[in-house]
């Protein structure tokens, strides 16, 4: 009987966007990360060819991940901070279910 009413309709809309928020911050930082990585593979590549000389590919893209680890977290802290709170949200809401759940439980069980 109580279940409708537990059940609210808005809190479902406002769980699926923090989610759907949470993986476009994901897929964006991904993003910006990866792109930082093509970048610097591609400076690492081209600029030491105006002094005549040749880096392999390979070693081009290895330095450009070790590089660009520390450099996005500096260049993208705020996004990181933004996916870091969405997490942490999400996990909030996930334990306060939990909660309830649990107590309607206890609830049940004692009648």
């Known amino acids: ?6 059940h609210r309709p808005d809190q479902d809309s406002q769980t699926a ?9 994901v897929a964006l930082y991904s993003l910006a ?3 930082l990585v093509v970048v610097l593979a ?3 590549l081209y600029v030491p060819r105006a002094f005549g000389v040749e880096v ?4 081009a893209a290895l330095f450009a991940v070790l590089i660009a680890l520390p450099l996005s977290l500096v260049l993208f802290a705020p996004l990181r901070r933004r996916v870091n709170e969405g997490i942490a949200d999400v996990d909030a809401r996930r334990r306060a279910d939990r909660a309830d759940l649990e107590a309607r ?7």
């Open 56 to 59: 392999p590919l390979i070693i």
């Open 1 to 6: 009987m109580n279940d409708a009413a537990d």
């Open 105 to 111: 439980l206890r609830g049940r069980d004692g009648k």
């Open 17 to 25: 966007t923090g989610k759907g928020a949470l993986a476009r911050d």
């Open 33 to 35: 990360r990866m792109l």
């Open 42 to 44: 591609a400076l690492i």
